[in-house]
């Protein structure tokens, strides 16, 4: 089966698998005509197609996966048809569990195998059983194809002998869509009440290196809902096309109900931003202010103090990291010495508030690193680092001026902090700052 995607993904994520559905024996789709073009006949019953809308083409296309990327993946889609595929599809999702509650109407006796685990499970057992492992694999970031592996399905059979997993493709197509297809039609009827959203977007290349974008709509009762992922791979990222791809998802769903953008990148989106806010003049332009107080950490690790400090830093944490013989010493030192929150850490280079913890890892091991650094096992640029004059001081005043900064991204990052938590963050900071003693550190202080 060939499928050409370009991946075009307004409202979410998914793309069908064609391969698993039948297509025999059904009246035709409504899809064919005024949605979706068919072109060259490839098979039997089967036609090359492009759509409507979006012109994105499929070499064999089925009745299903079009209709899935009518409700959950066109971004050009109109809203009246976008609705009408999308009841479609959770519709067909609800079939089985109406049929359930019906039967259950029309006689109230109750089953024995109710009671007793059958061999055999009635279709609606096996729907809520494939519903709830597609919420866990998409909430706990577990990739689809764990479906075929042994383990797993020993698993799923200790916890119900009678259930027989689905391929990988069936969970990662048909399911994934129709829990989309949920999904989206609950947000839809959210945010259509609402006023005041907020709207943010992000960029970031995922394993086979695409680049993916997140639109996130923020509601004033701070909920927070991913409206879409589209894939940018074969674009060039320039201001226009960041605008239109957010102009799009504003005008979806009504650009009167927005009253701000939210960025923190780079100088294109923030371009992009100034021509939303200029086209919507009810939208303000504003900036992510967490992201502001992160650059401010950043700028502190840059100047030549903190910079030959963090080098110094770097030479005994790599030399730990690398060395497990050395470490363990340390890490048995550490115990006897009653040093507690864990080992040395190493920051992660996009969080870089996580410095704090790194600096501050290594002050906590001050005593076992000072009863180390004498033996004759140790590297010598360790050891000469460690006997600097003055290294754990100077270690101390960068991590009293980055505490004031990583307590404030914690607050800044909590779902109920307001602007006064980063109007008393930055003036901790400052505070921290004026406290440094002035003859010691007067080039950081500046
Ligand atoms: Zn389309």
């Known amino acids: 089966m060939t499928e050409n995607s370009d991946n075009d993904m307004a409202p979410p994520i998914v793309l069908f698998n064609t391969s698993m559905l039948k297509s025999s024996g059904k009246p035709k789709s409504i899809v064919w005509g005024n949605y979706i073009k068919q072109e060259k006949q ?4 089967h036609w090359s197609v492009t759509c409507n809308y979006c012109n994105q083409f499929w070499y064999k296309g089925s009745p299903a996966a079009l209709e899935e990327h009518l409700s959950n993946s066109c971004k050009n889609v109109p809203p009246d048809v976008h609705d009408l595929f999308l009841n479609r599809l959770t519709a067909k999702a609800l079939e089985v569990g109406m049929s359930k509650s019906k ?5 109230n006796q109750v089953q024995l ?5 059958s061999t055999k499970l009635t279709p609606e057992h096996i729907k809520d059983i494939n519903r709830a492992l597609v919420k866990a694999f998409v909430v706990c970031g577990i990739p689809f194809h764990i479906i075929e592996n042994p383990f797993f399905i020993e698993l ?6 009678a259930y027989e997993p689905s391929s990988n493709n069936i969970f990662s197509g048909r399911y994934l869509a129709q829990e989309t297809a949920f999904a989206n039609q609950m947000i839809i009827k959210k945010l259509n009440g609402s006023k005041n959203l907020t709207i943010t977007c992000d960029g970031w290349s995922n394993s086979s290196n695409d680049s993916i974008w997140n639109f996130v709509i923020y509601t004033p009762d701070r909920c927070q809902y991913l409206w879409c992922l589209r894939n940018l791979s074969n674009e060039k990222h320039t201001q226009k096309l960041l605008a239109e791809e957010i102009a799009n998802v504003l005008e979806n769903i009504g650009p009167e109900k927005f009253s701000a953008v939210v960025m923190n990148l780079g100088a294109n989106i923030k371009a992009a931003c100034r021509i939303i806010a200029k086209q919507y003049p009810n ?18 690790c ?14 005994v944490v790599s030399y730990f990291k690398r060395n497990y013989l050395a470490d363990l010493t340390l890490k048995i030192l550490a115990e006897e010495n009653l040093v507690e929150g864990g080992g040395l850490k190493r920051w992660v280079d996009t969080r870089w508030h996580t410095m704090y913890d790194c600096v501050f890892s290594i002050i906590r091991h001050k005593v076992p690193l000072e009863i180390i650094h004498n033996r004759d096992n140790i590297n010598v640029s360790v050891q000469s680092v460690l006997r600097t004059r003055a290294f754990f001081d100077d270690l101390y005043a960068i991590a009293f001026v980055l505490r004031p900064i990583k307590i404030t991204i914690s607050i800044l990052e909590s779902r109920n902090c307001s602007l006064s938590n980063c109007f008393v963050g930055l ?20």
């Open 113 to 117: 195998s109710d009671f007793i685990e």
């Open 302 to 315: 840059k100047t030549p103090f903190a910079n030959r400090m963090l080098t110094r830093y770097n030479t």
């Open 283 to 300: 939208i303000l332009n504003l900036r992510c202010i967490s992201h502001m107080v992160n650059l401010i950490s950043r700028d502190i």
């Open 103 to 107: 039967k259950r109407k029309l006689g």
């Open 156 to 161: 799923l059979k200790t916890l119900c002998l």
């Open 42 to 45: 490839i098979s039997k019953g």
């Open 427 to 446: 003036v901790r900071l400052e505070a921290a700052i004026k406290r440094l003693p002035e003859n010691d550190y007067r080039s950081f202080r500046q």
